[in-house]
């Protein structure tokens, strides 16, 4: 299952130019990569109209792919598919990566659950607003003086924009901490479960637990065992 990480920041802060030298690195360690590049666009067109797929399209039809030899494009309408939270589209994208390593999320600013980087565009910006209003930001990507910013923000993790070696690392890192959440054992048999699967499994457990009398209102772990 992957790690989905998100590359975040304002318009032109150079977004892409990073993403892809991430790509091209983690792609040479042995790394499979997906991208998801998100946009407030509501206008591109993606395909042509009166074609096949934008006939699909115009009928509702809530998921339509296009399958050529070299390319798969799918064509998704989020209300369609009753996708409405980022919660609910973050499972999906781990189902849909499910055999990928990474997931580079470019974009993404409120993707609460994912955790993210900041590319910081402007000297001026101000970063304690910025951490403030987001969630799992892990650090800041600057283009130069990073001695200055690190004196300025000696709370936060700052990356060069050029020494996108170090970035790779850092990501590398998580990558290996990203272990399962659930530990499934069937006749004493550990049962092997994609991330999708086990926040299917976490979501409406928590709901039905919450509500119990007893349950410390934070919940760090729980244990459940099941004999027939």
Not at 1 to 30: D, V
Not at 54 to 63: D, G, R, S, V
Request: glycine residues 4%; contains cysteine.
């Amino acid at each position: 299952m992957p790690l989905l990480f998100s590359i975040s920041g304002y318009h032109n802060a150079g977004k892409t130019t990073l993403a892809l030298s991430l790509c091209e690195i983690l792609k040479t360690r042995g790394f499979k990569i997906a991208v998801v590049k998100s946009s407030k666009e509501k206008e591109i067109l993606t395909d042509t109209p009166k074609k096949d797929t934008w006939l699909y399209k115009e009928a509702e039809i809530p998921a339509v792919g296009l399958f050529q030899e070299n390319l798969f494009t799918l064509y998704i309408n989020p209300e369609g598919l009753n996708l409405s939270s980022f919660k609910e589209w973050y499972v999906y994208f781990l189902s849909l990566f499910w055999n990928f390593d990474i997931v580079i999320l470019e974009g993404f600013k409120n993707f609460d659950m994912v955790h993210k980087i900041w590319v910081v565009k402007e000297k001026n910006e101000d970063l304690k607003k910025i951490k403030s209003e987001l969630r799992n930001l892990l650090g800041f990507v600057v283009k130069n003086n990073i001695e200055e910013w690190k004196t300025n923000y000696p709370e936060e993790k700052f990356f060069l924009f050029e020494e996108k070696e170090v970035l790779t690392d850092f990501i590398e890192e998580l990558v290996k901490k990203h272990k399962p959440k659930v530990l499934l054992k069937v006749n004493d048999k550990k049962i092997h479960m994609k991330d999708f699967v086990e926040e299917i499994l976490i979501s409406p457990l928590l709901g039905f637990i919450k509500v119990l009398k007893g349950v410390p209102e934070k919940i760090e772990n729980i244990e459940i065992k099941i004999k027939f």
